[in-house]
């Protein structure tokens, strides 16, 4: 679904095939003998980096460097298939759906270990999800006022008190920024938006329901402005979701994404012009969204090689390491070090018009670098382009009963580019008054000859014959395609209006029109005077 403002056909271009991976590669792996789940990214005051990995049967802490990646330290725990975990100053918070309530681990020591502060059971046992912000832990789906949201204090890292709560419903898991809780509401199929300020009396900005029912609100990002957000629904066949959130009053579905029809997405985050999705059996996905109405996949990494199944593979991402690598915990196959080029998508836009009426043109067919593309112009005679890799590009538009146009690209990586595709007719008039057939090809002489209105070309065809005939200035260059079509036999007329390809007026001097009729070849001058 596609529900752009300017552009209602997308297309997006890679030069490369379906493979493991596009635009990343992994520089760290570690291989576990137990299931993994959730994972985040610690870095020390030294500027060592460190990944938080959630196994089924405990934390691993991991230290990632720039060749290779390694355990430093485990800390076992109950036995729970969802662990989820965030950092704040140099503390982890790990909460499971099994029991034993908070765990708070001081990581100041790594790489040498990580100090297992507590369990907290004080304010609950359970809980499926943890978002930290401006001091705060927001614990979602715990085990107590309906799994609503709880909102602990840090101020005393290793001793949290509750602040307050969101009572208004279950919620799977929350995004906080900006005293905003964005929050995932479960099998209500929707997301719901609070102004947290007060912390004890939240305050309800929005609930914006899911479009078709039967999903499941899973999880949800928000961009670095609160203007745009992402949602998943961990629901085999419904797409990943970017909405348009700067009006509360209005909110917008922009554009969607899933790899391919029936799979099955888990989370995302958003870091700057990027969303990272973990994909489960398809991976890693990274999406350029610094254009939210046309989001686009540039980037992956598949980490589970078995085929494609349900809830097998990537469980979660984390894109905030210092040193840009991305980190991903596959169920299966382990923690993964990734390294993304980062690349933006180049966009190309097009408008394709009539020449003469300025009208557009729908379902004009695109060549891009030779090979047609599947994608037409909209009924708006509009067009989009994504690329991968920036470079040389050619692209030509075909239209019946229109002249043919080609253009060349150079994109730089992110660069964005607009032009307006000019469509000549291919002829203006065509008249056949003598019914005699002429006996041989004959091309004659234009009149008026000098013109400056237009002037009339006529030729004669002894039999039907693929005709082309165009202006060229003195140059050699094409100025205009007057006819280019299979003709019957017959003397015809067709007139110039002294008019470009580009429906431009062309300039005063000498010009050359050549007729092509099969094998036959004739070129005549002409004078424009303006």
Known sequence: MKLLIYIFSTLFFSATAFSQSLNTSVVGQVKYNTSLNDIWGYTDQQGNDYAIVGLRTGVSFVKVEEDTSYEVDFKP?????????????NYAYVTNEKGQGLAIFDLSALPDSARLVKRDVSNFTQAHNISIADGYAYIAGYNADSGGALILDLADPENPTVAGRS???????????NNILYGSAGNRSSLVILDIQDKQAPVMLAEIPFPIEGGYSHNVWATEDGNYAMTTEETIGFSVKMWDISNLNNPKLLDEYLASPGWLAHNVIIK???????????????????????????????????????????WGVFPFSSSGYIYASDQSTG??????????????????????????????DITLNGQALTTKTDG?????????????????????????VSINLTLDAGQAEFRKIMLNPVTVSVQQSDPKIPASFQ?????????????VISYDLPQAEHVSLRIFDTLGKEVAVLVNQVQTPGTHRITWNGNTRNGQNAASGVYLYTLKAGKFKSSNKMLMIR
Not at 77 to 89: A, C, E, L, V
Not at 301 to 312: E, N, R
Not at 337 to 353: E, P, V
Not at 389 to 400: A, D, I, T, V
């Open 77 to 89: 725990g109950i036995n729970s298939i969802w662990r989820d975990m965030k950092t704040y100053q």
């Open 167 to 177: 009572t208004f419903s279950y919620y799977h898991d929350v995004f906080v920024q």
């Open 272 to 314: 700057g012009n990027y969303a990272y999705l973990s994909h489960y059996s398809h991976g890693v996905r990274i999406l350029d969204i610094s254009n939210p109405e046309d989001i686009d996949l540039v980037g992956y990494y598949d980490t589970f090689p078995g085929d494609p199944s349900g809830y097998d593979g990537c």
């Open 335 to 364: 923690f993964h070090a990734i390294d993304f080029t980062g690349r933006q998508k180049s966009r190309f836009r097009a408008l394709a018009l009539d020449a003469q009426t300025n009208a557009p043109i729908a379902q004009a």
């Open 380 to 404: 708006q005679g509009k067009f989009n382009l994504g690329f991968t890799e920036p470079g040389n590009y050619s692209l030509s538009f075909r239209k019946s009963g229109y002249d043919t």
């Open 443 to 455: 091309l004659h002489a234009n009149y008026p000859n000098p013109f400056n209105a237009g002037t």
